[in-house]
Structures are given as C-alpha cells and as structure tokens.
C-alpha cells in the first residue's frame, strides 16, 4: 500500500462543468488506485436512488438532496481514519449547477441553501482537481445533459466563481489526459501522498 505522511485520510475531489474530462481521470486511477476509496458522483447518485430530475430540469427539492450528499460525503469519509477518498464532484459543483437553476426560474432560496452548504464542506477538502473543458468534446453518456447552451452556461459559471473566490486547495488540470494525470500525481506527492497513474 502507499504509505502518506498525514496522520488522517485525505479528502480528493474533482469539479468541474460536464464533458471536462473528470470520469476518464476518475476511472484510470480507481483502476490503479485499489486501496482508495472512490465516491461516485452525487447528482447521479440522487437521480437514481430517490428518482428526482437533474440537469436543466433540476428542482428545489433535487439540489437540496444534492448539496446535503455533499455534506455527507465530506464528514462521513472522515470515520475511517486508515482510507483516502476520491469524490467525483464536490459542493462547488453543486453550488454552480443550482446558480444556474435559480438564474433560469428557480426559487433564490436554493441558492441559499446550496451557499450554506457549501460553505461547511469546502474546508474539508484537501485538493480540489478542477478539469478544464478546454480540448474536451460534449459527450453523451444518457445521463448527463447534451444541451450546448446548458453547457455553455455551466462553464461561464465556473470560470466567474474562480475568478471571484479564492482557493488554496484548488489546481487546475489542463492538456492530455497524461498531463493531468502527471499533474494530480505531482500535487499529490507534495502532499505526502503516492499515487499510481
């Protein structure tokens, strides 16, 4: 097993728009990665176990389900103290997909209850791998939204909020899928942390 300096598990996560590149990374180092725990991504996860819409057509009720997964996932991880996660998706995530529902007919009080949320997970994270959609096609998975426009939206989104809120556990994986994987594999080790790419 890979041995790390840190004396709890570390918390992982990626974020970033649809069709970015998160699910090849994701499932390369879960091939390699056996002794991490991976978390699935959450909007899918409240998609099928409670049937609710998602995407474009997201409710109150959707992303209040979504932004109180993330919590979960951010507290829930830290009771096995022997096991590092890698969360696909974060409250980052959640938090830029329901400003887009409340800017296109959504009630502002998921806003405001996604801001809340967000607020007590984005701390427990110890890397933030955001993928950029540069050089990434819109890709249809049946699941994930195909809408360009949505799409479009959900990128301005994300690029407003890192150029407004600062980050010290934020970097950006951009280029090949090799050079972002070499890249997670570098931050990771300036952590203490070996992983396998």
Not at 7 to 17: A, Q
Not at 117 to 136: A, N, W
Request: net charge negative; with cysteine; aromatic share 10%.
């Amino acid at each position: 097993k890979h041995l790390t300096s840190y004396t709890y598990n570390m918390i992982i996560t990626f974020s970033g728009p649809q069709s970015s590149g998160k699910s090849t990374l994701l499932n390369y180092l879960s091939d390699r990665n056996p002794e991490f725990k991976f978390i699935p991504e959450v909007t899918r996860y409240i998609k099928r176990k409670y049937d609710l819409p998602i995407n474009e057509q997201g409710s109150i009720l959707t992303q209040m389900m979504i932004m109180t997964q993330h919590v979960a996932n951010a507290y829930n991880v830290n009771n096995n103290q022997s096991i590092n996660v890698i969360l696909d998706r974060c409250s980052i995530d959640g938090l830029i997909y329901t400003h887009w529902l409340c800017e296109n007919g959504l009630d502002m009080s998921a806003y405001s209850f996604a801001q809340t949320m967000h607020e007590l997970t984005v701390s427990k994270y110890d890397v933030i791998f955001v993928t950029s959609h540069e050089g990434v096609l819109l890709d249809d998975d049946g699941e994930r939204s195909i809408d360009v426009d949505f799409r479009n939206g959900i990128i301005k989104l994300f690029d407003e909020h890192f150029s407004t809120h600062e980050y010290n556990n934020v970097v950006v994986l951009k280029g090949s899928v090799k050079e972002r994987l070499q890249t997670i594999k570098e931050t990771l080790k300036l952590k203490g942390l070996e992983i396998s790419i």
